[in-house]
């Protein structure tokens, strides 16, 4: 348990690079393109779709364990700070195995998409061709590492309450401060 517990830490470790490179990435894109527009007029083709179809998904789903794991996802506790600690465990159960069946079925979901998309060869419809399909991928690839963390979580949950504490998210320091 605890070696596939470091291995989804590691995995969600490295799509959380990868996602602080496509956003430095998109930065420096979107600055060149607003620079070639103004100074040449003449933008860089193909932006929009790169931008929509590569760097925002690869921003929204690739980092979405690495974000569980540290449990720093949006959450409110007006009222769960005061249920009693069994009520909390059976409700942390409840929403990681409800949490752990919708990922699970979205991973699916989306892999059985992507992969119609690459059969098919997906590109832009415009005055730029962008192959679309690549992207198609960060979906699936960040939800099931996702749903991954979730069943480790629901495994272990009942016998501890340690998953479900933030942590600090120093990533060069191994989660440690």
């Given at each position: 348990?605890?070696?596939?517990?470091?291995?989804?830490?590691?995995?969600?470790?490295?799509?959380?690079?990868?996602?602080?490179?496509?956003?430095?990435?998109?930065?420096?894109?979107?600055?060149?393109?607003?620079?070639?527009?103004?100074?040449?007029?003449?933008?860089?083709?193909?932006?929009?779709?790169?931008?929509?179809?590569?760097?925002?998904?690869a921003l929204v789903f690739l980092p979405l364990a690495f974000v569980e794991l540290k449990n720093e996802?949006?959450?409110?506790?007006?009222?769960?700070?005061?249920?009693?600690?069994?009520?909390?465990?059976?409700?942390?159960?409840?929403?990681?195995?409800?949490?752990?069946?919708?990922?699970?079925?979205?991973?699916?979901?989306?892999?059985?998409?992507?992969?119609?998309?690459?059969?098919?060869?997906?590109?832009?419809?415009?005055?730029?061709?962008?192959?679309?399909?690549?992207?198609?991928?960060?979906?699936?690839?960040?939800?099931?590492?996702?749903?991954?963390?979730?069943?480790?979580?629901?495994?272990?949950?009942?016998?501890?309450?340690?998953?479900?504490?933030?942590?600090?998210?120093?990533?060069?320091?191994?989660?440690?401060?």
């Open positions: 348990m605890q070696l596939l517990m470091k291995a989804t830490d590691s995995i969600s470790r490295l799509l959380m690079i990868f996602s602080i490179i496509f956003a430095g990435a998109m930065m420096l894109h979107v600055t060149l393109d607003v620079i070639l527009s103004q100074f040449i007029a003449e933008p860089l083709p193909g932006t929009v779709e790169i931008v929509s179809g590569y760097y925002m998904v996802h949006i959450h409110v506790d007006v009222l769960y700070s005061h249920i009693p600690d069994r009520g909390k465990t059976i409700l942390d159960i409840f929403a990681l195995a409800l949490s752990t069946v919708y990922l699970s079925l979205m991973t699916y979901r989306t892999w059985l998409d992507a992969l119609e998309k690459f059969e098919v060869g997906e590109y832009s419809m415009g005055m730029f061709s962008v192959a679309l399909w690549p992207g198609r991928f960060f979906v699936p690839i960040g939800c099931a590492v996702l749903t991954v963390a979730l069943l480790l979580k629901l495994i272990r949950r009942p016998f501890t309450d340690a998953d479900m504490q933030s942590e600090p998210s120093d990533m060069t320091a191994g989660g440690t401060t």
